[in-house]
């Protein structure tokens, strides 16, 4: 009997760690993954100067397509500092919410959508435009408006509110 007391104690030990997510991770919303991620330290800043903070950390469900520091760096010189101008907050929120699709769109969802699409499924951001994700060399892209493009480089970082998908540029609106 004491030897069987002995492995219940050593699996606790070593399987401790894989115990069921804390109450703080179970409430972390998509803004406060955003907020941890020293890669979205920009979209972050633009998300607080548009007001969305609140709006984002709502019931939601919300899918966002994060793009990181670098891609913002992409953009014309100037842009990022004259969107975080407060007489452009409108324009800023718009491209963001662009950014932004109704729902918790995981990559299997997304994935299924582009099969049942027959390679492109069309998304309906909160701004009212629209995004195309499409495969390519295996990997999903999305497509703005302008035609521009971004790749997917991370896939359901998952929030209380939502999911995120992490991409390597900017998409704008029209």
Known sequence: MKLFGFFVVAFALVFGSFALPTQ????NTIVDI??????????????KA????ET???????????PVNSAFEKLPAGTV???LKPENKAAL????TYHVVAGNIDSKAVADAIKKGNGKAELTTVS????????????????????NKAKVTAVD??????????????VLPK
């Open 93 to 96: 929120a718009k491209v963001l």
């Open 157 to 170: 970082l998952k929030g209380s509110n939502g999911v995120i998908h992490v991409i390597d540029s900017v």
């Open 81 to 83: 500092e004259s969107l």
């Open 128 to 147: 009212g435009g629209k995004l195309t994700a499409m495969v390519k060399d295996g990997n999903v892209w999305l497509k703005d408006e302008k035609g």
């Open 34 to 47: 955003a907020v941890s991620s020293k890669d979205h330290s920009t979209l972050v800043a633009a998300v």
């Open 50 to 53: 548009a007001g969305l903070v």
């Open 56 to 66: 984002l950390n709502g019931a939601g469900p919300f899918t966002v397509f994060a």
């Open 24 to 27: 703080a991770e179970k409430t």
